[in-house]
């Protein structure tokens, strides 16, 4: 991809969104809209439809009717996987399109953005694609005078809420495998990052999936989150966020019709290094990459680096200056390494995080603050904080931001229980060249992903899910199937 080929479409005007309900956009039934305001600059991009009550009602309406008639479960499989395998293809042949109107609303840096956003959804719907007509229901072991058939049934109305850092990749996660199994689905994008996303839902009506089956509401998550999560017509609700929309959504599911609720929640996740890492300064250079890319706004990100005190200073030393060497700055460059904060309200927030940290003992290594303001656009220099000790606000609570707490152990028992000792438990990692304590840190780090000798690495083979308040159920992989599925037993007396 070359910066030419971006450089011509980050001056293209953005058009209106409006909702998609029936196959068509539709625009809020009070009309209302909301600003879309660009990170890089923090100027307006576009409008938008502030969704209604009543407009998330009608988009919920929508896809029942469409699940209900079986204009799409009741497809055969192979007409199934022939539309969403060509989605996977419209997405591909859009990929720089949807990749630089997905930077210009949320700010990731556009090396990253390439692979992470539209490469990595179009690769998750065609896994899920080329899964659906090889999941079999079962027979059961029941005695010789009766048969017992499982069927794998969809649930009916999926209702998805998705956050803003990678939009299309999340977004992926749940529509792939929801669609793939002839649910409909009820989308809703977050505020600061619609654009790419109901982008990529107009290539899914291209490709021929039934108006309805997928509809998408923009707005804001207290209201149209809200109403979905409160419907009494939304079977499942799938969710990827913060904690505190979590716990909400799961009294919504109470105070309604108990859905079920999937949570992909928040992480504090320990990259932990031992003295006897295979390669030290490779080992600094992806610490600083598993905090700072997309400026730290990954839920997978490894904040907490816990060093053994033996190596403390040194490695410490190191991943400041390769911090200090990664370019922060106009996300549309293929030479940034560090884009923008995705609001002026994060960015508030990721400063206030280092003013505590500060306050509660610990010492700025390097950054700590604001920069590019002059560009109008919400940057932040990648932050090192040593000194934070392992029940520190720093080491306790998620930033989501460029902000690294380095906390210092001695020996495998103080690592596991400073690893262990948040309410999270997303990823981890552990380098080493000893292939026990490799498998012990395994084994003994309370997780959902542990790395070793690497952070980050993933595909759609491998489940992605927490533990603890990091959340329940599981992204990515065939596992992911069993959230958009009912089990029914047919017991047949012969
Ligand atoms: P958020 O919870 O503020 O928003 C997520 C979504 O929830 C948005 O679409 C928002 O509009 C909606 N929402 C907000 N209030 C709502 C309500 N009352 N009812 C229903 N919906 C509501 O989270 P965010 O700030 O967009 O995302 C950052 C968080 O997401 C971080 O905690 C991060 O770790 C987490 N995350 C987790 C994963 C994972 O796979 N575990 C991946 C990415 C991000």
Redesign the pocket.
């Known amino acids: 991809m070359d910066q030419s080929s971006i450089d011509g479409l980050r001056a293209h005007p953005v058009a209106e969104r409006f909702h998609l309900i029936e196959g068509k956009h539709v625009p809020a039934s009070d009309g209302g809209q909301m600003d879309v305001l660009s990170p890089i600059d923090g100027q307006v991009l576009t409008r938008m439809a502030r969704g209604t009550v009543q407009d998330m009602q009608a988009a919920i309406a929508s896809a029942r009717a469409a699940f209900e008639d079986r204009r799409w479960a009741g497809q055969p499989p192979a007409a199934r996987k022939k539309v969403l395998l060509k989605w996977a293809d419209l997405i591909e042949a859009h990929a720089l399109e949807l990749a630089v109107l997905g930077v210009r609303d949320n700010g990731t840096e556009i090396a990253m953005a390439l692979k992470a956003e539209p490469g990595s959804a179009a690769g998750t719907i065609r896994y899920y694609a080329e899964a659906l007509d090889k999941i079999y229901g079962e027979i059961a072991p029941t005695p010789g005078d009766v048969l017992g058939l499982i069927h794998k049934e969809p649930v009916g109305v999926v209702g998805a ?6 939009p299309l990749m ?1 977004g992926a ?1 749940k529509l792939g495998p929801a669609l793939a199994m002839g649910n409909s689905v009820v989308l ?6 619609s654009l790419s996303l109901m982008r990529m839902l107009d290539l899914a009506l291209e490709a021929g999936l039934p108006p309805g089956v997928l509809n998408a509401v923009t ?4 209201v ?3 109403a ?2 409160l419907s009494m017509d939304v079977d499942v609700l799938v ?8 716990r ?2 799961m009294e ?1 599911a109470a105070r309604s019709n108990m859905k079920r609720v999937y ?5 504090k996740s320990p990259n932990i290094i031992f003295a006897d890492a295979p390669d030290l300064h490779e080992a600094a250079k992806v610490a600083a990459t598993g905090i700072f890319r997309n400026a730290g ?5 490894g904040s907490r680096l816990l060093v053994e005190a033996s190596i403390h200073d040194d490695f410490v030393a190191d991943v400041a200056r390769i911090s200090e060497g990664m370019r922060v700055g106009d996300p549309l460059s293929l030479e940034t390494a560090i884009g923008a904060i ?1 609001s002026e309200a ?1 960015l508030k927030q990721n400063l206030g995080f280092v003013d505590t940290a500060l306050a509660e003992g610990g010492e700025i290594v390097t950054g700590g603050q604001r920069i590019l303001e002059e560009t109008g656009g919400y940057f932040m220099a990648p932050t090192i904080v040593t000194g934070v000790r392992p029940d520190a606000t720093l080491a306790q609570k ?1 930033v ?1 931001g460029p902000v690294l707490g380095v906390t210092a152990f001695d020996g495998d028992a103080e690592a596991v229980r400073i690893a262990n000792s948040t309410v999270y438990g ?1 990823a981890g990692a552990v380098w080493t060249s000893n292939l026990s304590r490799a498998h012990r840190m395994v084994r003994n780090v309370r997780t959902g992903v542990m790395h070793v000798n690497t952070y980050g690495g993933s595909d759609a083979t491998v489940p ?3 533990v603890g308040q ?2 329940n159920g599981h ?1 990515k992989s065939l596992h992911a199937l069993e959230k958009y599925i009912n089990l029914k037993t047919a017991w047949i007396k012969l």
Request: aromatic content about 10%; some cysteine.
């Open positions: 809420i998705v956050p803003w850092n990678f999340i996660w809703k994008p977050a505020e600061t990052a707005g804001e998550g207290a149209v989150g809200e979905m999560g969710f990827t966020g913060s904690g505190a929309t979590g909400r959504l919504y949570l992909e929640l928040g992480g706004q990954v839920c997978v990100a995705n994060q998620e989501f997303l992605l899910g927490g990091s959340g992204d």
